[in-house]
């Protein structure tokens, strides 16, 4: 069994994997939240075993985002350096930012230290330091933003 901040770790990272796969290949969000719940959230697939990941937390992140996109777009854009959009942000980069901010946007019962440092973690898992400090700086402004 996994610690609560283990869990909600394993979360982060498969609602970032999730968002990604909502983005790219449209899959309806009752499908999509199915399929990780029976099929990714502490499953083993081809030896690979994944997280035991707190399942409501989960939800809460992948169905906030999409519910909330327009709105998280606009925060995320409205930090990036001039001649940015959205559209040239890696696909992967773009769903941990969205995941970030509206952690820091709709969960005020986590302090806003621990979710950024847990998607700069995340950012690590797929990039290099220069992209996960990038995480780093852009969530923190955002939650300057957000949280005062």
């Known amino acids: 069994?996994?610690?609560?901040?283990q869990a909600r770790?394993?979360?982060?990272?498969?609602?970032?994997?999730a968002l990604y796969q909502l983005d790219m290949?449209?899959?309806?969000?009752?499908?999509?939240l199915d399929e990780f719940h029976m099929h990714r959230l502490g499953a083993e697939i081809e030896d690979d075993q994944y997280a035991e990941a707190d399942v409501a937390f989960f939800d809460d992140v992948v169905k906030g985002?999409?519910?909330?996109?327009?709105?998280?777009?606009a925060l995320i854009e409205g930090r990036l350096a001039d001649g940015w959009s959205l559209s040239r942000l890696d696909k992967?980069?773009?769903?941990i930012l969205r995941a970030g901010t509206y952690e820091l946007a709709a969960r005020n019962d986590v302090p806003k230290a621990s979710s950024i440092?847990?998607?700069?973690?995340v950012a690590h898992a797929f990039?290099?330091?220069?992209?996960?400090?990038?995480?780093?700086g852009l969530l923190?402004?955002?939650?300057?933003q957000v949280r005062g």
């Open 25 to 32: 290949e449209k899959t309806p969000m009752a499908l999509l």
């Open 117 to 121: 440092s847990e998607y700069v973690d």
């Open 65 to 73: 985002v999409d519910a909330r996109r327009t709105e998280l777009d």
């Open 1 to 5: 069994m996994k610690t609560g901040s």
């Open 140 to 144: 923190d402004a955002i939650a300057k």
């Open 92 to 95: 992967t980069m773009l769903q």
């Open 127 to 136: 990039f290099e330091a220069r992209e996960a400090k990038f995480v780093n």
């Open 9 to 17: 770790s394993a979360a982060r990272l498969a609602a970032v994997q």
